[in-house]
């Protein structure tokens, strides 16, 4: 009789996809020696225990395998008694980084095992370990140790798989509908970032034409991005720019996500990237910090000027969405040092900016050094940064304000120009703008139309600004991220103009288009949304700019 393996995934969002599970139910099928009914079981952190309990209990397991992971932990100890109440006969092993760091804490909290490494590898050479009654159910007593390790009693001379199994299965295509898909090209880092668990880790690079073989099946179904998990895509230069020419010819509508380091880019590749076509490849780029005794506290090897220059060499090419990281808690930066970071970090210019903050990882150098640099964190996932020798509570509070400001107007592509305009207008730096926002109106649950409010009020009392203007601009920011749709009464614009112009650029444009979608601004001119074309870089609208004469609509247009 087959045992029955449930590989459990808790993902942060719906959105997101597990690659662990789908990659190690390809290897059970594969590798282990006996048959096995393996099910993937995805849920996310927000659900009830009952309900993923229900999930799992609709396959009658007789093994639980559960990924682990920084954003899963905090709820695991919960879940971990509530299985082993439901399924008291059933083996719990656990796997992933948050298990394999910290084995006796998850071993105290009701798992059977906690295997170390690479999944697809362990997992069946465990299964392989177990016995089995006649009637199917394990008999976990042929293990003679809690976990699984290098050293332990499974056989590991043998290497692992150069390349893993194929986890892209029509029953994986089916799962994923309309969710992120991750994908991997290599494994390990040749860095030693102090902070990350693949500090100097082997580096193993799977065969081309396997990795091209995988894209071209990803690229032929309706999946919006694909996001590639390699700790730093472009660490072989050549290599990469074999795959970038080989995404960039082929013929699909995906995206594909990186992370890379922007120091690495040659001029070749930059050259080959100003082709890509719109919306093909985004970037995450981490700079962390521009303050170099930090950046060498934490054993991290940039060269910042080549990098500021090749962001800036992406941007302009227009065709590339840019996200760039800085993590905020490093040893030796203080609160204003951190500032000249976020200022210098803002001037690229970057679609988005990421202001994180310092984690200090199970398994990771920092970790062990924390008391070495006076940093306190908390013990609870995802262990972050509390306060440091060089950043107070306090000032940890201030970048708080900051990033939540931050993270719901420029990193979600909204009120663009309206922040333009401000900072233009008040000569304020941006930290000090995004901080003074994030003081007035912190965005908690805040419907889109009450925030905006909320910035407009904020914005109008700053020195410099003009009312009208700032009107203008947010109608314009708010067309080009909603379509006109619920905008605020306080940006409406009661112009008795509206409807002749409505009627005229609807039969003038020749599509479909909502009365809502065209306004009037203070300053006569005349805008409306193209919903027909989105940007896949920004995400954005795209706006066209007309001007007004007697109540005529000029034929020149202009987008803006």
């Not at 499974?154 to 893993?164: A, F, G, I, M, R």
């Not at 910042?304 to 302009?316: C, S, T």
């Not at 994030?438 to 805040?446: F, I, Q, R, S, Y």
Request: aromatic share 10%.
């Amino acid at each position: 009789m087959n045992r029955n393996v449930v590989l459990l995934a808790i993902n942060s969002k719906y959105i997101h996809s597990s690659l662990a599970v789908w990659t190690i139910k390809a290897a059970i099928e594969e590798n282990a020696q006996i048959p096995h009914d393996v099910n993937i079981v995805e849920v996310t952190i927000h659900q009830p225990f009952d309900e993923i309990i229900g999930e799992i209990a609709a396959f009658k397991p007789n093994i639980i395998g559960v990924s682990t992971y920084i954003w899963n932990a905090s709820m695991l100890p919960g879940l971990l008694k509530s299985l082993r109440q439901r399924f008291p006969k059933a083996i719990i092993v656990l796997g992933g980084p948050e298990a394999e760091h910290n084995i006796d804490y998850w071993l105290e909290q009701g798992a059977d095992h906690v295997l170390r490494g690479e999944g697809e590898y362990t997992f069946p050479a465990f299964l392989n370990k177990l016995g089995t009654q006649g009637d199917g159910s394990v008999v976990s007593n042929h293990c003679t140790a809690q976990y699984l390790a290098p050293d332990m009693k499974l056989d590991t001379t043998e290497p692992s798989p150069c390349v893993p199994p194929d986890p892209y299965t029509n029953e994986f295509f089916t799962s994923v509908e309309n969710r992120l898909i991750y994908f991997e090209s290599s494994r390990g880092c040749p860095f030693s970032c102090a902070y990350c668990l693949s500090a100097e880790t082997t580096i193993v690079f799977f065969p081309m034409e396997v990795v091209k073989e995988r894209l071209f099946k990803l690229s032929q179904i309706d999946s919006k991005t694909i996001k590639f998990v390699d700790r730093t895509f472009n660490c072989d230069p050549k290599r990469a720019y074999e795959l970038f020419e080989y995404i960039i010819k082929l013929d699909t509508n995906c995206c594909f996500h990186f992370e890379v380091a922007a120091d690495l880019f040659d001029e070749q590749t930059i050259s080959l990237l100003e082709a890509a076509p719109l919306g093909r490849i985004q970037f995450e780029i981490g700079l962390q910090s521009f303050f170099e005794p930090a950046i060498k506290a934490v054993s991290r090897k940039t060269d910042l000027e080549k990098a500021v220059q090749n962001i800036k060499r992406l941007l302009q090419c227009g065709n590339i969405h840019i996200h760039v990281d800085l993590i905020a808690g490093l040893p030796y930066e203080t609160l204003q040092d951190f500032i000249n970071s976020f200022e210098q970090a803002y001037e690229l210019g970057a679609h988005t900016l990421q202001l994180g903050f310092l984690k200090l990882l199970h398994g990771s150098v920092l970790r062990k050094q924390a008391e070495h640099f006076g940093i306190n964190y908390s013990s609870e996932p995802p262990y972050e940064i509390q306060s440091s020798t060089w950043l107070s509570a306090e000032d940890l509070h201030i970048l708080k304000q900051t990033e939540n400001a931050l993270q719901h107007t420029h990193n979600k592509g909204r009120f663009l120009r309206t922040i333009d305009y401000v900072l233009s207008a008040t000569k304020l730096h941006p930290f000090s703008f995004f901080n003074a926002l994030g003081k007035a109106a912190p965005n908690h649950a805040v419907a889109l139309q009450d925030y905006a409010v909320q910035i407009l009020d904020f914005c109008a009392i700053l020195p410099g600004v003009d009312k009208n203007t700032l009107c203008d601009n947010m109608v314009c920011d708010w067309l080009s991220m909603v379509k006109g749709k619920n905008m605020p009464t306080i940006l409406r614009n009661p112009d008795n103009r509206r409807k002749h112009i409505f009627e005229q650029v609807k039969k003038q444009y020749n599509h479909k288009i909502r009365r809502d979608e065209v306004r009037v601004l203070t300053s006569s001119e005349i805008v409306f949304v193209d919903s027909s074309e989105k940007s896949p870089v920004t995400g954005l609208y795209t706006l066209q700019k007309l001007t007004l004469e007697d109540e005529i609509v000029e034929q020149s247009t202009s987008k803006i």
